[in-house]
């Protein structure tokens, strides 16, 4: 059965069609509109361009924000003009197919534990490192979502009491001190303690190039991602006790710098640490596409679900 996965991102809809062993047989590709019924239009046409040329049994959206139990309603959306909008029957009725949704990080983990870096894991974890941190937990095969289909904001443990303060309200969130955005923060802060000025912010790729050439400053700043990622991999483990973490987002691209470090700061601060196993902790097989590839996923199993007979 092929079904399509859609990744609904802030600047652009990326829709593929996926086979049952997690395989991309064509993509399509539009600039994401600003208006939610543009929207609407324009995941619906990216969908037919790839309906029309193979037999697709349901289509499962990617969404960075926060889905409905049910998985039927975008609630909130931050980079998407999407507001308690009923989006999955909206884009049924206009398709002719089942729509599922799913937060974009959930549908990455199911991609990478079913096919990829953590397949078969019976607890895995998905910490994708980007501008933030987004989490997900797969259980026994299932994505673990809360009561209200909000679980796990990972990104937003306090791990710093009045740290730096946070886009949630909060101050001292993980994310701040673990993400692209910290890593850059890091830098500058470290600068300034140097008695050096800062002419121009960096980006946290600016920082993890500097860090590639090999500069002192940058190194420290990457070290310092390490221990923070390391320390909050250690309370999703004394939450969660995962088999398997995946280390997924735009940082991940850089863990060459970092993973290692972290992992040893996560088995030191780890509850019991010395006297229980620990989690197996690898960067992210699908990259990119993982959240197109685990809705498609998605949208197999409720196909399958609601009319059985199909295979």
Known sequence: MLTIGVDVGGTSVRAGVVDQHGE??????????????ELNAAIADTVRALADRYPVAGV????????????????????????????????????????????DANAAAVAEQRFGAAVGARVAALVAIGT?????????????????????ELGHLRVVPDGRPCSCGKRGCWERYCSGTALAATAVELRREAGEPVLVEPTGVDVAHAAE??????????????RWLG???????????????????????????????????YAQAVTGAGHRPLARIAVAHYGDSAAMIGSAALAREHVLTEAPHLT
């Open 24 to 37: 991309i047989l064509e993509t399509h590709r539009v600039p994401t509109p600003a208006t939610g019924p």
């Open 60 to 103: 499962g959206l990617a969404v960075a924000g926060f889905v409905s139990e049910d998985r039927r309603v975008v609630r909130f959306a931050p980079h998407l003009a999407w507001r308690h909008v009923a989006v999955a029957d909206e884009l049924a009725e206009r398709l002719g197919l089942p729509v599922v949704l799913e937060h």
């Open 132 to 152: 933030g941190i987004g989490g997900a937990l797969v259980i026994g095969g299932e994505v673990f979502r809360g009561a209200y289909g909000v679980a796990p």
């Open 213 to 226: 050439a090999g500069d002192p400053l940058a190194l420290r700043a990457v070290a310092d991602l390490a």
């Open 231 to 265: 320390e909050g991999l250690a309370l999703v483990a004394d939450v969660y006790d995962p088999e398997f973490v995946v280390i997924a987002g735009g940082v991940s691209d850089s863990a060459h710098l970092f993973l290692d470090a972290a992992r040893e700061h």
